[in-house]
């Protein structure tokens, strides 16, 4: 799925991403404009089905209220960079699974937001050593979507720091997990 706005470049670096990868307009209910393959694959849900709707399709009837909070906060101030939240979603065949989200802006040389950009990764049953490549994989995405955007008049706003505190977000997903065995989340 792609919207004709997004440029040529970007859906290019969205293409070849080894990392699980979604772009959602800034204003209004947040539609997505662009997933890849490795968010298909994550979530189960075809491109064509996910094409102008909220990415919260994926939280189900789950009550993670304090994840949501914490979402939606960063999407309605504009100046927050960036955000990383373990948040309960639930494939489309209904299996729910710890995302660890990691949302940020991606801004015109007006300063404007043009995108919301995010990636997803499955915490649920992480090894920490596939947590760790995976923060090493956004980190190197990150590093490579600066000069992809650039080339388009976009700037990647947020730095790597968020990313770096792999430890307390395997405990959170435990502790999310724990609870949605304890039937809280439902």
């Known amino acids: 799925m792609h919207d004709d706005t997004v440029p040529e470049q970007l859906r290019t ?3 070849n991403s080894q990392v699980a990868l979604a772009l959602a307009a800034p204003d209004g209910d947040n539609p997505l404009l662009l997933v890849n393959s490795r968010f298909s694959e994550l979530t189960g849900y075809e491109q064509s089905e996910l094409a102008g ?3 919260r399709i994926l939280q189900g009837e789950a009550d ?10 960063f999407l309605d101030d504009d100046t927050a960079a960036n955000v990383r939240k373990p948040i309960l979603n639930f494939k489309k065949d209904g299996t729910p699974f710890v995302n660890l989200l990691y949302m940020s802006r991606l801004r ?6 043009r995108y919301i950009f995010a990636s997803q990764f499955d915490v649920s049953r992480a090894q920490p050593e596939r947590l760790e490549a ?4 956004l980190g190197q995405t990150l590093t490579r ?6 080339e388009s008049g976009i700037i990647v706003e947020g730095t790597l720091t968020t990313i770096a505190n792999s430890a307390r977000t395997v405990a959170q997903a435990r502790l999310t997990l724990a609870d949605l065995d304890n039937g809280s989340f439902l």
């Open 64 to 73: 993670d209220q304090e994840a949501r909070t914490i979402l939606r906060a």
């Open 134 to 137: 995976y923060d090493q994989e």
């Open 53 to 55: 709707r909220n990415c």
């Open 13 to 15: 670096f969205f293409e």
């Open 108 to 113: 015109g040389l007006d300063g404007q937001t």
């Open 145 to 150: 979507l600066s000069p992809a955007a650039a």
